[in-house]
């Protein structure tokens, strides 16, 4: 165990998070005011003119809001299931493999997509899958019409998830790798002796090892369902398919800075907070029960 | 275990990290100009406050959202190094006006441009001179009591000239910036652009043996050849067809890459505030009309006549495919020359041509006219000196223009005008209406007979010089100069093709804002693009113009249909 004094130390790490917390996060919700004003700028939250849920009344009239809350749930949902699915088989199969450089260049290689960020990203996966792309010219060569992956409503949600679980599973991956070496190798040898093979070890020893980091994992991640992702829409997206693309972050962004709709930007924003307070309430909840752990 | 001094260090690290960051961040909006205190009493000041082209008695500093200028064109000239803030532009206002400008904030034209300014607005801190891109902006800066009045200033410090300029538009013009009888702006005037040009390339339509298009069938077979028989050495299937804006596929007055021709064959205005039957106002894209017009572009598109991603390419996708030879058409107004001049540095041999057209069967192109007020520029309540922004205008868009008679300082313009260059802090223009044909005849005469005496203004002298060395270039069958074939081309070539084209003019009867438009246009808008998009490429049939029709008038299209034609009853 920790000294006091260490535990200072630790505690004082902590601070410059914590203002940043306090200016970033927990500042910026007196903002929420607007949402029942018609803020202009100049006047500032003071002298803007209270018009009441007028903003509320409007934003559940268009046919935009029911639209962007499912794609933002649709989008993030299949996100965290294809993603830790996919963290999960690459840190299995990664665990298998012996040699240890080989492991450690893999795992560095799928790593990498993680420190690009979506302007750069966007313009690959944009030329990846153009007309003129290599995807389009394998399709022609197996005799498929090319699809405009970028511009099809079909396609884009698709795309959306695989290309983001691509950027993140290295990175979503290293968790996974972590609880693995915490199995006691006693019951590998265990098993081994009792007859079981590669597969059945895999089975009945490593993935109830993992069950545990793998439920927490996913509750912790419930309440990023309304975190579609940003970047990756907002540099991927065009207006063809904002029918399935377009999240409530783009969608405020839009709404909010582009058209100046800052009252109607904030309602909208305001939405998503309350739908997010659930999310987290619930994923406490559930984390509580089914792993004994609890953030609150 | 690390030792407590390293522990230590490393918090201190990432303290002073953090302080940094913060640091950083303050550091920037400290750049507010601070004024000297003047004395109205001292007469060289109140000369300066009250007349265009009297300079301070001490440098004014303002701050300016400039839209940006890329100077790489300059290297390697005497030039170099120039910037936002030192450039041929800056230093003339120095020397002529005694005013400096910092660059509050610098996009890129457009669309860039616009989100700055929004956050500027958004942010409260506008710089002192700024140019707002619609009329909504302005109104919304006026009602918020951001900017100043520029009455007195626009009396006392505008030009003639200005003066002159504004008046022929008869008011249509200045009116859109006064509010409560106050000057609050200098609009941009927009000179009649005439109707939608379509560019060709004319060396592919040669090499295949296709003579000019005139109606709707000439263009489709001719960019179907285009496609079809690869004269520009694409490989098979790689031709592009027409290049079309995804965010504005029509509507907008002189727009590029919009299909405003092909909606207004079919008597349809998208987006433009037309009389109906009875002689009230009605929003052209909710029209019966715009249904055979989109089905004839869906059809456009399934044909491939159509670029088949146009929904996914950006503005410098679509000037690339121009000037790559990956296509081959696109439509325009006639300065569609300036947006392809690159090709002539890509492939010397490629022949753009502009064409009116698709033409009716009567020979005749319908066109609506544009909003002559566009852009506004304004200068932010509580800066010493508001009439610094028209003083600029009237040096730059007069004084300059005509007056200057420094050879030297006519040569720096020139040489900045030849490189295609901007630099003036001030992104606008003040020009007659009919400023796009003012000069043809001019011009060809001076052309003609190398008299050019009869050319006003110095801009017009100097773009006499670049044709003179364009016409001779082509004489002597040297290469052309990209910039000198654009100038002539547009001015020249395409003017007079418009001057001499039989053109209906169809004028909107509504520019202005309404109190609904504020909060629901733009939900409107976005459903609009969509409708296009879906339906051009055949995600939806033309049918489903229905369903956007009804739903666009429940979400408040009714409304401000109602609130726009009282706002004309009530004018």
Known sequence: ?296 | MKSTVKKSASILLIALLSASLAGCQNSNSNNTTKDSAVNLNDPAWKKAMTTPYEAYPETVNYTVGATATSYTALEGTAYEGDNSTNNVWTRYFKNKLNVQNEVAFEANDGADYVQKVSMAIAGGTIPDIMVVSDQTTLQQLYENDLIADLTDAYTNCASDRIKEIYDSYDGRVLETARFDDKIMALPTTEISHGPGVLWLRKDWMDKLGLSEPKTMDDVENIINQFLEKDPGGNGAGKTVGLVVDNENVAGISGGQYELNNIFALYGAFPKQWIKDGSGKAAYGSVQPEMKPALAKLADLYNKKLIDQQFAVRTSDDRKALLTSGKSGSFMDNWWGSWTVADTLKLNPDAKWVSYVAPQSEDGSVTMFTGNPASSYLVVRKGFEHPEVAVKMASLQFDYQRYLEKDATVLKEFEDYSSNNIGGSPLAMNIDYYDAFYRNVGIYEDALKTGDSSKLLSNSDKNSYRSYKKYLDSVKNGEKPDPTAWAGYTSSITTANLVKNSKVNEINPIFFGTTPSMALKLPTLTKMELEMYLKIITGEQTPDAFDSFVSSWKKTGGDTITKEVNEALTSK
């Open chain 1, 1 to 296: 165990m920790k000294n006091k004094k260490d535990q200072t130390a630790f505690h004082l790490m902590l601070a410059p998070s914590m203002v940043f917390l306090i200016i970033f996060s927990f500042i910026p919700m007196f903002g929420i005011v607007m949402a029942f004003q018609n803020y202009i700028p100049a006047k500032g939250i003071s002298g803007s003119a209270w018009v009441g849920l007028d903003n509320f009344k409007f934003m559940f009239q268009i046919p935009d809001s029911r639209q962007i809350l499912i794609n933002t749930m649709v989008i993030a949902i299949w996100k965290i299931i294809v993603g830790t699915f996919v963290s999960i088989v690459f840190a299995l199969l990664l665990n298998e493999i012996r040699v240890r450089f080989a492991k450690k260049f893999m795992q560095t290689v799928v790593y990498l997509p993680n420190f690009l960020s979506w302007a750069v990203l966007a313009t690959v996966v944009m030329n990846i899958f153009s007309y003129e792309g290599p995807v389009n010219a394998l399709l022609g060569w197996l005799g498929i019409d090319p699809v405009l992956f970028m511009a099809s409503n079909h396609w884009f949600r698709p795309m959306l998830v695989l290309t983001d679980v691509w950027k993140g599973f290295g990175y979503g991956s290293i968790i996974y790798l972590a609880s693995l070496t915490a199995i006691d190798p006693g019951l590998y040898e265990a098993s081994s002796i009792d007859g079981a093979n590669r597969f059945k070890q895999l089975w009945y020893v490593t993935l109830p090892g993992l069950m545990p980091t793998i439920l927490l994992v996913t509750t912790l991640n419930l309440p990023n369902v309304l975190n579609a992702g940003f970047d990756q829409i907002f540099n991927l997206y065009n207006p063809l398919v904002y029918a399935t693309s377009d999240i409530i972050d783009t969608y405020v962004y839009r709404v909010g800075l582009v058209e100046r709709q800052y009252s109607l930007g904030t309602a909208i924003g305001l939405l998503r907070s309350v739908v997010g307070i659930v999310l987290i309430l619930s994923a406490n909840k559930l984390a509580q029960k089914l792993t004994d752990y609890r953030i609150f």
